[in-house]
């Protein structure tokens, strides 16, 4: 795929995405208010089955939908009923109802629905019976054009699901060179979670701040600010640290995003020689055009 049809993909994915890698707060129910949320990699490792699915019938009591690939675990039949009309009336206010348009597709997240009774004759009759994992969390919309972005995605963290920690760790760090959007912001997201980053990555994030996706930009400064922050950038790494810096300086000072400015000046804030970046943080505390940014500055400034 071209680089610009893999940008049409990311902003086509977006409000998924963002859906998905930021974490959508759901009730249950079956167990109530649930306060985790979940990034991409998260809910692949954590369903029991993952399914790319195109939707027979979504106006029946479970939606009917017609498997078309297994990418974790195996389908127990090619038709699939999935339980999801609780999740609308337990639904926060403002939140979107759950809908399956017929012929739709979609990748599901899913969970066994109904297993737990005890008569052997309820447990069969509900073996093609799932239920979207985390509720609207639990499903992504495969896009009509750039299809096979999200799930090459999803196949791939599948495979680093089943690797070892350690074996992960380093197949997420690999990911930050992978042309695919989808698991570029996932790798970014799950790093910074896992809060170890390593200052040998950052000839790596120095490259995702030219990113024409904002997310990316963000993320790779979040992960930057944890290195910055660490104490761990010995003499090996000193050279790649100062130009990272200076690119965060450069987003710091002339991204077009609002967003991304501020996430800059919160990664310059994190470097470890202060005197360094207190000259800078004053000049965009008085002169940038937006007042989140200014405030940050401020606030960094004000920080012993």
């Known amino acids: 795929m071209s680089r610009r049809g893999r940008r ?10 963002v859906a998905l890698l930021l974490g959508i707060r759901e ?8 306060p985790e949320t979940l990034n991409l990699f998260q809910l692949v490792a954590r369903s ?3 399914v790319h699915v195109r939707v027979r019938s979504g106006s029946l009591k479970y939606a009917i939908v017609d498997v078309q690939e297994s990418l974790k675990g195996t389908s127990p039949f090619p038709v699939l009923r999935i339980a999801f009309r609780d999740f609308n009336f337990t639904r926060a206010a403002g939140t979107d109802a759950i809908v399956f348009p017929d012929r739709q597709e979609e990748i ?3 969970s066994p629905y109904g297993r737990t009774s005890r008569k ?3 447990r069969d009759k509900n073996k093609d019976l799932f239920t979207l994992f985390k509720g609207s969390q639990g499903r992504l919309t495969v896009p009509g054009e750039g299809r096979a972005v999200p799930l090459e995605a999803v196949r791939r963290l599948a495979e680093i699901g089943r690797l070892d920690p350690s074996s ?5 760090e690999g990911l930050l060179e992978s042309p695919n959007p989808i698991l570029l912001e996932t790798a970014l997201t799950e790093i910074e979670r896992l809060r170890d980053p390593r200052a040998p990555l950052l000839s790596r994030l120095i490259g995702l701040l030219a990113s024409p996706s904002p997310p990316i930009r963000i993320g790779s400064l979040r992960v930057m600010a944890q290195i910055f922050a660490s104490g761990r950038i010995g003499d090996d790494s000193l050279d790649a640290a100062q ?3 200076a690119g965060v300086l450069e987003r710091a000072r002339n991204d077009p995003d609002e967003e991304v400015r501020t996430q800059a000046v919160v990664s310059m804030a994190a470097w470890p020689n202060r005197r360094e970046v207190q000259g800078e943080l004053r000049a965009i505390a ?8 200014r405030y940050e500055a401020e606030r960094a400034l004000l920080r012993p």
């Open 243 to 245: 130009t990272a810096l």
């Open 27 to 34: 009730g249950s129910p079956q167990f109530g208010p649930v």
């Open 168 to 172: 992960q760790t380093e197949a997420l």
């Open 286 to 293: 008085g002169t940038d055009k937006a007042q989140a940014v």
């Open 108 to 110: 599901l997240f899913l």
């Open 120 to 122: 052997k004759k309820d």
């Open 48 to 50: 029991d089955l993952v």
């Open 8 to 17: 049409h993909c990311a902003l086509a994915l977006g409000g998924s995405l």
